[in-house]
Protein backbone atom coordinates (compact mmCIF):
# COMPACT_ATOMS: atom_id res chain seq x y z
CA UNK A 1 0.00 0.00 0.00
CA UNK A 2 1.33 3.23 -1.25
CA UNK A 3 1.39 6.52 1.50
CA UNK A 4 -1.19 8.24 -0.67
CA UNK A 5 -3.42 5.34 -0.24
CA UNK A 6 -2.90 5.53 3.20
CA UNK A 7 -3.53 8.90 3.57
CA UNK A 8 -6.85 8.49 2.04
CA UNK A 9 -8.18 5.78 4.02
CA UNK A 10 -6.87 7.93 7.12
CA UNK A 11 -9.28 10.83 5.45
CA UNK A 12 -12.02 8.79 5.37
CA UNK A 13 -11.85 7.43 9.11
CA UNK A 14 -11.36 10.78 9.98
CA UNK A 15 -14.52 12.00 8.00
CA UNK A 16 -16.56 8.80 9.75
CA UNK A 17 -15.54 9.65 13.13
CA UNK A 18 -16.62 13.60 12.59
CA UNK A 19 -19.99 12.57 10.96
CA UNK A 20 -20.59 10.18 13.64
CA UNK A 21 -19.80 12.73 16.14
CA UNK A 22 -21.74 15.81 14.98
CA UNK A 23 -24.74 17.24 16.98
CA UNK A 24 -28.20 16.24 16.82
CA UNK A 25 -30.49 18.62 15.31
CA UNK A 26 -32.63 20.33 18.35
CA UNK A 27 -35.73 18.80 17.02
CA UNK A 28 -35.88 15.49 15.53
CA UNK A 29 -38.56 14.34 13.83
CA UNK A 30 -39.66 10.75 13.49
CA UNK A 31 -42.16 8.62 11.21
CA UNK A 32 -44.81 11.45 10.24
CA UNK A 33 -48.02 10.15 8.20
CA UNK A 34 -50.97 10.71 7.11
CA UNK A 35 -53.97 8.61 7.66
CA UNK A 36 -55.38 7.48 4.50
CA UNK A 37 -59.32 7.90 4.54
CA UNK A 38 -61.80 6.39 2.18
CA UNK A 39 -62.71 8.47 -0.71
CA UNK A 40 -65.16 11.50 -0.31
CA UNK A 41 -63.74 12.18 3.90
CA UNK A 42 -62.33 15.76 3.85
CA UNK A 43 -60.96 15.17 6.97
CA UNK A 44 -58.00 12.99 8.22
CA UNK A 45 -54.97 13.21 10.85
CA UNK A 46 -51.34 13.91 10.64
CA UNK A 47 -48.87 11.33 13.41
CA UNK A 48 -45.39 12.16 14.19
CA UNK A 49 -43.27 11.78 16.76
CA UNK A 50 -40.77 15.15 17.75
CA UNK A 51 -37.71 14.80 19.83
CA UNK A 52 -36.38 17.45 22.03
CA UNK A 53 -32.71 17.33 21.61
CA UNK A 54 -31.45 20.15 23.84
CA UNK A 55 -31.54 20.98 27.51
CA UNK A 56 -35.01 23.17 27.37
CA UNK A 57 -38.44 23.02 26.83
CA UNK A 58 -39.72 23.31 23.08
CA UNK A 59 -43.38 24.97 22.79
CA UNK A 60 -45.39 23.80 19.83
CA UNK A 61 -47.55 26.32 19.44
CA UNK A 62 -49.26 25.96 15.71
CA UNK A 63 -49.77 23.76 12.79
CA UNK A 64 -50.22 24.99 8.75
CA UNK A 65 -50.72 23.95 5.63
CA UNK A 66 -51.66 24.67 2.17
CA UNK A 67 -53.30 21.68 0.93
CA UNK A 68 -56.53 21.61 3.06
CA UNK A 69 -58.62 24.06 4.83
CA UNK A 70 -57.58 23.94 8.41
CA UNK A 71 -54.97 21.95 10.51
CA UNK A 72 -55.27 21.95 14.54
CA UNK A 73 -53.34 20.55 17.11
CA UNK A 74 -56.54 17.81 18.30
CA UNK A 75 -56.64 15.42 21.36
CA UNK A 76 -59.07 12.24 21.60
CA UNK A 77 -60.53 11.42 24.75
CA UNK A 78 -63.01 8.86 25.81
CA UNK A 79 -65.35 11.23 28.40
CA UNK A 80 -68.35 9.46 29.77
CA UNK A 81 -67.89 6.95 27.54
CA UNK A 82 -67.99 9.11 24.50
CA UNK A 83 -65.16 9.76 21.96
CA UNK A 84 -64.66 13.13 22.02
CA UNK A 85 -62.05 15.80 20.29
CA UNK A 86 -60.01 18.36 22.59
CA UNK A 87 -58.26 21.23 20.67
CA UNK A 88 -55.07 22.12 22.00
CA UNK A 89 -53.34 25.56 22.58
CA UNK A 90 -49.84 24.78 23.12
CA UNK A 91 -47.90 21.71 23.70
CA UNK A 92 -44.65 21.89 25.97
CA UNK A 93 -42.06 19.06 24.70
CA UNK A 94 -39.86 18.23 27.54
CA UNK A 95 -38.13 14.95 25.77
CA UNK A 96 -40.19 13.73 23.17
CA UNK A 97 -44.15 14.67 21.91
CA UNK A 98 -45.80 11.64 20.25
CA UNK A 99 -49.03 12.10 17.88
CA UNK A 100 -50.52 9.25 17.41
CA UNK A 101 -54.34 7.47 17.15
CA UNK A 102 -56.63 7.85 19.79
CA UNK A 103 -54.61 10.26 21.45
CA UNK A 104 -52.99 13.56 20.54
CA UNK A 105 -53.13 14.02 16.89
CA UNK A 106 -52.64 17.09 14.15
CA UNK A 107 -56.51 17.32 12.96
CA UNK A 108 -56.52 18.23 8.91
CA UNK A 109 -60.17 19.46 7.81
CA UNK A 110 -61.23 20.03 4.69
CA UNK A 111 -58.85 18.29 2.12
CA UNK A 112 -58.83 20.55 -0.76
CA UNK A 113 -57.56 16.84 -3.53
CA UNK A 114 -57.34 13.32 -2.40
CA UNK A 115 -55.33 11.69 -0.61
CA UNK A 116 -52.55 9.43 -2.59
CA UNK A 117 -51.21 6.41 -0.58
CA UNK A 118 -48.11 6.94 -0.47
CA UNK A 119 -47.51 10.58 -1.71
CA UNK A 120 -46.04 13.14 1.26
CA UNK A 121 -47.78 16.29 1.81
CA UNK A 122 -46.11 18.55 4.21
CA UNK A 123 -47.17 20.48 7.35
CA UNK A 124 -45.47 22.97 8.58
CA UNK A 125 -44.67 23.06 12.41
CA UNK A 126 -44.58 26.36 14.21
CA UNK A 127 -42.19 26.32 17.41
CA UNK A 128 -42.12 29.27 19.90
CA UNK A 129 -38.93 31.55 19.28
CA UNK A 130 -38.11 29.35 16.30
CA UNK A 131 -38.17 29.20 12.55
CA UNK A 132 -41.01 27.03 11.60
CA UNK A 133 -40.14 23.52 10.53
CA UNK A 134 -41.60 21.85 7.00
CA UNK A 135 -42.25 18.15 7.41
CA UNK A 136 -43.15 15.88 4.73
CA UNK A 137 -46.06 13.34 6.03
CA UNK A 138 -46.30 10.62 3.79
CA UNK A 139 -50.11 8.50 3.53
CA UNK A 140 -50.78 5.28 4.47
CA UNK A 141 -53.05 2.86 5.64
CA UNK A 142 -53.63 3.27 9.71
CA UNK A 143 -53.52 -0.22 10.97
CU1 LIG B 1 -59.24 15.69 15.91
Known amino acids: MNSLKILS ?3 LLTL ?3 SGCSPKPDIEIQ ?13 TAGFVT ?5 NSPIVLEDVSLDWARHAM ?13 QHLDELVIEDKLI ?3 GAKHIMIMGVKEPLVDG ?3 NIRLHFKDREP ?11
Do not use: C
Open 9 to 11: LLA
Open 16 to 18: AIL
Open 31 to 43: DPWLRLMPEGVKS
Open 50 to 54: IKNNT
Open 73 to 85: LHESKVVDGMAKM
Open 99 to 101: FQP
Open 119 to 121: ESY
Open 133 to 143: LEVAFKVRQAN
